[in-house]
């Protein structure tokens, strides 16, 4: 899976996530153009991350949603996004473990 290294296709997954399902064209707009989005979606599609369904009776519209893998991935990606921009710091949120009561700062 590439899709770190991708920020079209991260932002897509970051825009399905905040907006819910959308048609096509929409979630087009919402990113930055690219020659190569289609190809990026259909990459999204291929990893799983997304599903696109077209309505034949609705001239063809094709919607865009995220799977479950892509939701969680999502997830994280705005759990990072928070981490980078200083606001889960700011807010004092904890971490995702329980350090060990016997952990030490140094080696010996």
């Known amino acids: 899976m590439d899709l770190l290294g991708d920020m079209n296709k991260i932002r897509m997954v970051l825009v399905l996530e905040r907006e819910g399902t959308l048609k096509k064209t929409d979630l087009y707009s919402k990113i930055k153009a690219n020659n190569a989005n289609a190809a990026k979606l259909e990459e999204l599609k291929t990893e799983g991350l997304i599903?696109?369904?077209?309505?034949?009776?609705?001239?063809?519209?094709?919607?865009?949603?995220?799977?479950?893998?892509?939701?969680?991935?999502?997830?994280?990606?705005?759990?990072?996004?928070?981490?980078?921009?200083?606001?889960?710091?700011?807010?004092?949120?904890?971490?995702?473990?329980?350090?060990?009561?016997?952990?030490?700062?140094?080696?010996?």
């Open 51 to 108: 599903v696109m369904t077209t309505d034949t009776f609705a001239n063809n519209m094709t919607m865009v949603s995220l799977t479950l893998e892509g939701r969680a991935i999502a997830r994280k990606l705005l759990e990072i996004e928070g981490i980078l921009s200083g606001e889960l710091a700011a807010s004092g949120a904890e971490m995702d473990y329980e350090p060990s009561p016997t952990q030490r700062d140094s080696v010996s």
